[in-house]
């Protein structure tokens, strides 16, 4: 069955770089799309990025552009998120998802992923 399992998580100060993972197993990893989202205590989900299978199209929330990468490496069955110049308003649990790229998976929308990870926290301090 599908398995995700998020790492790289913790607790860095404003302005600081994170880098998260995701190890994927179960399913042919190459052939879903695949996406970031995350969630802060009384918040709603926000997604946050996502990628295609190939890795050719990226798409990320206007409140991370020009901060966040998203990448995967199809041999490693694993999804990453480069997170660079974090704000405190970054800190919240952040997860992975999966799907065989449904309608809405561009506009990283998280009904369209079927499949999560536990999560991973992230915390910014000011």
């Known amino acids: 069955q599908v398995q995700l399992v998020e790492s790289g998580g913790g607790s860095v100060q404003a302005g600081g770089s994170l880098r998260l993972s995701c190890a994927a197993s179960?399913?042919?990893?190459?052939?879903?799309?695949m996406g970031w989202f995350r969630q802060a205590p009384g918040k709603e989900r926000e997604g946050v990025a996502a990628?295609?299978?190939?890795?050719?199209?990226?798409y990320y929330a206007d409140s991370v552009k020009g901060r966040f990468t998203i990448s995967r490496d199809n041999a490693k069955n694993t999804l990453y998120l480069q997170m660079n110049s974090l704000k405190p308003e970054d800190t919240a649990m952040y997860y992975c998802?999966?799907?065989?790229?449904?309608?809405?998976?561009?506009?990283?929308?998280?009904?369209?992923?079927?499949?999560w990870g536990q999560g991973t926290q992230v915390t910014v301090s000011s």
């Open positions: 998802a999966t799907d065989l790229c449904k309608v809405g998976w561009s506009v990283i929308q998280g009904r369209a992923f079927g499949y």
């Open positions: 179960g399913y042919t990893y190459s052939r879903y799309c």
């Open positions: 990628i295609s299978t190939g890795g050719v199209s990226t």
